[in-house]
């Protein structure tokens, strides 16, 4: 039975660098949003940022932290990683997280710092932190499928992890065997399963209501009303991005519509939606140069709709003609002149994205940096 969430949902990814972190929070928003660590080298602060609808009609924040590098069993070493992941989810979401999720790779060697990062939490956060606001999450479901094929494992991933001994049962018992295997290299539908599996468990099984918060997380809150104050140029652009954010996974939605005459009624309604936005930016008081870029970027994706539906409307005519056995020639040319106009949507599609992740990076960054700035006074007293 699936749940349809009651609220805002934040959580927190945390792992170590190459175990599909970024993958898995791509796989819980629905769309490619977070880049790898390696592609993120031109900011300071590396934690990404993005919100995704819920059925509900709430939404879903998701926080992509620093990876927790391996760091060949130095404790102190990574003590001091998590405490720096734990500062820039701070920065980016200072209202606190519901759910921290910890990401492992299944097959991967299983180790005791894999164990340290919960004695870090509780640590950090108190004894019972962990049973009350922690998720395991298993990357590598496609390699728990091959196995099954080939017949070394015949059970669920359930019971495979109430076989295993050692450390890892230590962790299946600390988070209450909340732990989730993800294939992050499956299908639309099958990603969408695993998310809901996912919300689905966080309804039923975490123990509290509500977001972990303490005095640090209350005291950036407090530096970034502030901040929202002193500067007011920084909502605005937060607005258009998270706007945007919503609109780009209402596009990527729409490849999944049964027929072109849906798909172009979908393109219709966001083009809607885009025109409102650029409407807002325009008539908005407090205009900024990161404003501007954003509208740019919105027009971008004004005029993708456009080529979009352009497109569907041509294969609309082209299965028409093929039905009323037109000549061959002509069917092979319109063919030709949609299938190239296919592949450049697919070029600006990824470009486009490329864009925004960036413009987002930049201003996530640029609030974090402002934060940092007014905190770092106390932050290591």
Known sequence: MSFQMEK??????????????SATGNSIVGRKAFRSSSSTT?????????????????????????????????????????DNAIREAMLMNPEGYHVFLLTLRFGGRFTHED???????????????????????????????????????????????????????KLVEEVHARILLFDNFGSAEEKASQRQQ???MVNEKMLTGRRYTNEKFEKICRYQKTLFVEDPTLLPVQKAQDEMSLILKEMEDIQSEPSIDSKISAFAKVGGRIQALLKNIDEEEFKSPEL???RAFVADNQKRVGEEVAALNLKKEIEEKIKQ????????????????????????????????Q????????????????????????
Request: hydrophobic letters at 35%.
């Open 42 to 82: 031109s900011v300071t602060f590396k934690s990404q940022k993005e919100i995704a609808p819920l059925e509900s009609g709430h939404r879903l924040l998701v926080v992509d932290a620093p990876g927790l590098h391996d760091t060949g069993g130095t404790k102190g070493q990574g003590e001091k990683m998590f």
């Open 8 to 21: 805002d949902l934040d959580f927190l990814l945390l792992g170590k660098t190459g175990v599909g972190k």
């Open 358 to 381: 960036q413009a987002r990076d930049e201003n996530n960054n640029k609030q974090a940096l402002s934060l940092w700035e007014r905190i770092k006074s106390w932050w290591f007293s």
């Open 198 to 200: 996912l919300l689905d």
């Open 115 to 169: 164990l340290d990062t919960l004695e870090y939490m509780k640590k950090k956060f108190g004894q019972d932190f962990v049973g009350q606001y922690c998720i395991v999450i298993m990357t590598g479901g496609d390699n728990f499928k091959k196995i099954k094929e080939e017949g070394e494992e015949s059970g669920s991933f359930k019971e495979w992890c109430q076989t295993q001994e050692g450390d890892f049962q």
């Open 325 to 356: 056995n037109e000549e061959l020639q002509i069917m092979k040319a319109l063919l030709d002149e949609q299938d190239k106009m296919v592949k450049e949507l697919k070029k600006e599609k990824q470009r486009l994205n490329e864009e925004y």
């Open 292 to 294: 501007t870029k954003w």
